[in-house]
């Protein structure tokens, strides 16, 4: 078993849900030369308003992702480079890789308690746990969330990644 990488980058967005929604994408664009490690995603409610509710997300590969607004990654060394990945909040003109479907969760969100399942969903945890290696994005593919089921409440939703 080799030592453990820990993530060089982050970025994180906030966005209204609705049903079928397409949330948010990192995308490794074509000639960045990189290999892009996805290490943890999630999407979690500091509030929400009406009953107890169930929302299913899904995490999905992608060929193209064109549009959407960008979201500024941070590093955790000033002295890293600028990441080549582009993460967005409400992807569009997204083109599905196969499978397209990659993994899926529920968050569980309450009126008085906000999400009341975890506040992240780590990557890791769809290939059983934290001794895998996370998914691998080549130059030109991408991954992106959409939100299953209808719920209006403001979802928090953030990437982990490293780059080599």
């Known amino acids: 078993m080799s030592a453990k990488t820990f993530p060089t980058y982050v970025a994180e967005a906030a966005l209204a849900g609705a049903n079928n929604k397409d949330m948010l994408s990192i995308l490794n664009p074509i000639g960045s030369g990189k290999v892009v490690k996805v290490w943890e995603v999630w999407a979690t409610v500091t509030s929400a308003s009406g009953a107890t509710v169930i929302v299913p997300f899904e995490m999905r590969r992608a060929t193209a992702v064109t549009a959407g607004t960008i979201a500024t990654a941070g590093r955790y060394d000033s002295a890293d480079p600028a990441p080549s990945a582009v993460v967005r909040s409400a992807p ?73």
């Open 92 to 164: 569009t003109s997204i083109s599905d890789g196969t499978p397209a479907l990659m993994w899926t969760w529920v968050e569980q969100i309450n009126t008085a308690q906000g999400s009341t399942d975890s506040t992240t969903a780590e990557v890791s945890d769809a290939g059983g746990g934290a001794q895998t290696r996370g998914f691998t994005l080549r130059e030109g593919e991408a991954l992106y969330l959409r939100q299953i089921a209808n719920n209006t409440s403001t979802f928090r939703m953030g990437v982990l990644w490293t780059e080599e």
